[in-house]
């Protein structure tokens, strides 16, 4: 089975451009999940959305950030304008559903690895 | 709140090698634990995971064991391999049901 598909894997943009991070996450998953991982911050989720609507996105660093589900088998996550300190890999990750009490496992992409300049 | 502490790496070890590498957590209620390996270049994988107090988490030959009464959930392995060098993190899960609380991960580097 294919796992969660990110695109690009890797992104140089310049600061001030708009970057859209792709996401194609497990069939059948219904449990979507943006993450940050940056050496002085480690893991952060940004958003986390179930069946296609957004739950939580407490995580989103500001107003620059974005992202959308239009459906189930599609996310972007976007950053307009992009800063330098958006410098990380963001990772795609999705689940069967919530429930991770329960030991449900959250499956990642190999993530997007974008540096601005 | 729920937190998760993990020993500080990098850790290095020499090939076939007895591995622990610490994970300590508070936590209310009763959360799942999971151990996740991040090989370079690469997301993250479900290593092994334990739902309830006693269980056993293994596969790939590291174990873990989900000790409520020392709040703990160290990872082991026998003898290591130079591929098992990669990141480690140990999560548990909140009271959200959706949220992982991480520990800042362990390097551990495996010289043949």
């Known amino acids: 089975d294919a796992g969660v598909i990110q695109s690009p894997r890797h992104e140089v943009t310049e600061m001030g451009q708009e970057v859209t991070l792709r996401c194609k996450p497990i069939?059948?998953?219904?449990?979507l999940f943006w993450y940050r991982q940056t050496m002085m911050r480690g893991l952060e989720l940004l958003i986390y959305?179930?069946?296609?609507?957004?739950?939580?996105d407490s995580g989103m660093p500001e107003d620059r950030f974005s992202a959308k589900m239009p459906n189930a088998s599609f996310s972007t996550l976007k950053i307009q304008p992009s800063e330098p300190r958006d410098s990380a890999v963001y990772f795609c990750?999705?689940?069967?559903?919530?429930?991770?009490?329960?030991?449900?496992?959250?499956?990642f992409g190999e993530g997007s690895w974008l540096t601005v300049v | 709140g729920n937190s998760v502490t993990q020993m500080e790496g990098p850790v290095t070890l020499s090939e076939e090698a007895f591995l622990t590498i610490n994970c300590t957590y508070t936590?209310?209620?009763?959360?799942?634990l999971f151990w996740y390996v991040q090989y370079p270049g690469e997301g993250l994988q479900l290593l092994l995971k334990?739902?309830?107090a006693d269980d056993k988490g293994s596969n790939k030959g590291f174990e873990a064991t989900y000790r409520k009464e020392t709040t703990s959930f160290h990872l082991e392995k026998g003898s290591v391999q130079v591929s098992d060098s990669a990141v480690y993190f140990c999560?548990?899960?909140?009271?959200?049901?959706?949220?992982?609380?991480w520990g800042a991960g362990t390097k551990l580097i495996i010289k043949p």
């Open positions: 069939s059948g998953h219904n449990s």
């Open positions: 999560a548990l899960s909140d009271d959200s049901n959706y949220q992982l609380i």
């Open positions: 334990a739902t309830k």
């Open positions: 990750a999705s689940s069967l559903s919530p429930g991770l009490s329960s030991g449900n496992t959250i499956y």
């Open positions: 959305f179930n069946n296609n609507v957004p739950i939580d």
């Open positions: 936590a209310t209620g009763y959360p799942s």
